[in-house]
């Protein structure tokens, strides 16, 4: 049978494979090193596992299931046709995101060496090692990041020059203030280098949501709620993917201050601040802090909304 990689989590943690009757036929998986974007506990039912996929569009049960309770790093996000999130956590392993919930990067495993002793008495001998990612990467993350920032400051020096010089003849709508929207973008990029930190509220640090609070509050006297989940209540629909292959939003639809979102509008997972020149400030993972960065098709928002 084919051995499949699991992104790996903490040091000497395990995660038992439950839930299947055949589940001894399958062998012991390995773990893969990566680069997490994020990380998220499952929370499904008490002492049941949620299903693993093939595929996020059509996939097949891949005969095991993750613990309820349990952590995982996530590699890729996708959105099947339905217009629901899903979450990739090894080299063809999918699990809906709708029964997660996101924790810190920096959250520790909750299973250790007595899981493995209790699973071996109970007669499964399918466990999935997961492990951190390695230290030489670690080690290779923090002689960068300096470098990042610096990297990041730069082209906000940039991006300043050149949206100073179109935002003269870029079109407005009546409805906006363009001296608030002004406002915004400044103080959005006066947050880049700082670092991310999971349910910091600023101004030292940020995660994306807080980000998105803390400019708008500030800047404008807009108070917005402080969770993803609750912010793409706010605001006019200027931009929504449609569930079957719908097109990218475009720069020409996007006003300074739109929040971009990424997610399903039920369950969004990430929230941004457009800047103008189809670029846009994020607090984006605890590896690049708060950066701007410039839209791609690759990696574009699914819901855009507009609050000023």
């Known amino acids: 049978m084919t051995k499949h990689k699991l992104f790996k989590l903490g040091a000497a943690t395990a995660l038992t494979v439950t839930g299947v009757s055949a589940i001894t036929s399958l062998k012991t998986a390995r773990a893969a090193n990566f680069t997490a974007i994020k990380r998220v506990k499952i929370n499904y039912l008490p002492g049941k596992g949620l299903n693993i996929w093939t595929n996020y569009n059509k996939g097949k049960f891949m005969g095991y299931r993750a613990k309820d309770g349990t952590i995982w790093n996530v590699a890729e996000t996708a959105v099947d046709k339905k217009g629901n999130l899903w979450y990739k956590v090894g080299t063809r392993e999918w699990i809906e995101a709708r029964y997660t919930v996101d924790v810190g990067m920096d959250t520790p495993a909750s299973t250790n060496a007595k899981t493995k002793k209790s699973t071996a008495k109970n007669g499964v001998n399918n466990v999935i090692s997961l492990g951190t990612v390695t230290k030489k990467s670690t080690k290779k993350s923090k002689a960068t990041k300096a470098a990042k920032v610096k990297k990041a400051k730069q082209i906000v020096d940039a991006a300043v020059k050149k949206t100073s010089k179109k935002s003269t003849t870029k079109k407005v709508a009546s409805t906006q203030a363009p001296s608030k929207a002004g406002v915004i973008v400044a103080l959005a990029k006066q947050q880049v280098g700082k670092p991310y930190a999971w349910g910091a509220n600023g101004p030292d640090s940020f995660d994306c949501s807080s980000l998105v609070q803390y400019v708008f509050k500030n800047a404008a006297g807009i108070n917005l709620p402080r969770t993803t989940y ?20 475009s720069a020409n639809n996007l006003q300074v201050g739109d929040l971009l979102f990424w997610g399903s509008e039920s369950s969004p997972y990430h929230v941004a601040i457009y800047i103008g020149n189809n670029q846009y400030v994020n607090a984006a993972t605890p590896e690049q802090g708060t950066i701007l960065q410039t839209m791609t098709s690759y990696f574009a928002p699914t819901i855009v909304k507009r609050v000023l």
């Open 230 to 249: 609750d912010q793409v209540k706010v605001g006019q629909t200027i931009y929504q993917k449609s569930q079957a292959n719908g097109q990218p939003v």
